[in-house]
Nanobody, 119 residues
């Protein structure tokens, strides 16, 4: 079955950096649109950043200029480089893989990784 495994989370001080990784298996990774979502306690899950199969990226306004999403199709991995972290970035971060064409719709999620920004 499809697996998305996130890693790289942890505790970091404000202003610090983390890089999240999401390794995918058992999917044709290169044709999937990939995204990073986050969910803070008591809040809805939100899309943080996405990268399409052809490399186009989008970001939520609150992370523009601080976060960078990238993908390595040779390693079936998507990354989220997070710089200048703020306490409000604290959340569980989820990796998402999505493919839609004609009547085919695939939507896969990782288990999530905790990111805590605190002094």
């Amino acid at each position: 079955q499809v697996q998305l495994v996130e890693s790289g989370g942890g505790l970091v001080q404000p202003g610090g950096s983390l890089r999240l990784s999401c390794a995918a298996s058992r999917i044709a990774f290169s044709i999937y649109n990939m995204g990073w979502y986050r969910q803070a306690p008591g809040k809805q899950r939100e899309l943080v950043a996405s990268i399409s199969a052809d490399g186009n990226t989008e970001y939520v306004d609150s992370v523009k200029g601080r976060f960078t999403i990238s993908r390595d199709n040779t390693k079936n991995t998507v990354y989220l480089q997070m710089n200048s972290l703020k306490p409000e970035d604290t959340a569980v971060y989820y990796c998402n893989a999505r493919f839609a064409y004609s009547d085919v719709n695939h939507d896969f999620w990782g288990q999530g990784v905790q990111v805590t920004v605190s002094s």
